[in-house]
């Protein structure tokens, strides 16, 4: 920590904009996490950011004298630093404010599909996450909407294709709970493969033991009615 002579002064209002323009940038241009993690800021995340607000605020207040000498603190008003300055060049921000946008859009449609999915409008809500992985699958809460997708089609009657995508989420997701017990109940009673079924309901149970209780899965995960079946018949009859 650097120590300064005589009383400290105030930054100007202008070098507190930087460091929160600076620190803003780096975490507005995260990548979004699935809706499990969403809310979750990861030490490498401030990492990242700290070192860049520090730089600006260190570079605009002090003079950092490395010959050892005294550090004397330098206030710069707008004429000194210029009034056109900013660390963020306009192409960075037409390309973070189009990121911001297209994860708004595909949020919207996420809030959407599981909303006609509580409903129990599975029609609708593959309609919804489809839009979702063909419209912004680059983003990370894709992956979350090609789960919604595939319980979807099971219920619409496209049962081969969503054995198919959740074969593949099983190994792109591995070790999320929910497509670990789909595709148990789905390849017990559909593919009568019980021995894969038991494995990826295994997996599913131990990462999260409520995917036995029946009530919790139909109340609070919205499974369509044909999942539902087909994992109370994998349960009980098994």
Do not use: C
């Not at 605020?57 to 050892?68: E, Y």
């Not at 009657?157 to 595709?183: C, F, Q």
């Not at 295994?202 to 209780?213: C, G």
């Amino acid at each position: 920590m650097s120590s300064f002579q005589g009383s400290p002064r105030r930054a100007s209002p202008l070098i507190s904009s930087l460091a929160k323009r600076a620190s803003k940038w780096v975490f507005g241009s995260m990548i979004p996490r699935p809706p499990w993690a969403v809310g979750s800021i990861s030490m490498s995340h401030l990492t990242l950011a700290l070192p860049v607000a520090e730089a600006l605020v260190d570079q605009a207040i002090t003079g950092n004298n490395h010959g050892g000498a005294t550090n004397s603190v330098i206030v710069l008003g707008q004429s000194e630093l210029g009034t056109s300055y900013d660390p963020v060049s306009q192409d960075a921000k037409e390309a973070s404010e189009t990121f911001s946008r297209r994860v708004s859009e595909a949020l919207e449609l996420l809030f959407k599909a599981r909303e006609a999915q509580a409903q129990g409008d599975f029609p609708v809500a593959l309609g919804f996450f489809s839009q979702i992985t063909e419209k912004a699958g680059d983003l990370a809460l894709s992956e979350y909407a090609r789960v919604g997708r595939a319980l979807s089609l099971y219920e619409v009657g496209d049962r081969g294709e969503a054995i198919l995508e959740m074969e593949d989420m099983s190994v792109s997701l591995k070790g999320y709970p929910e497509i670990h017990a789909a595709l148990a109940a789905a390849l017990y009673v559909d593919k009568h493969a019980t021995v894969p079924a038991e494995q990826q309901f295994t997996i599913a149970t131990l990462l999260d033991p409520r995917y036995r209780d029946l009530s919790w899965v139909r109340n609070s995960r919205h499974w369509p009615p044909s999942l539902m079946e087909s994992l109370q018949k994998f349960i009980l009859l098994r």
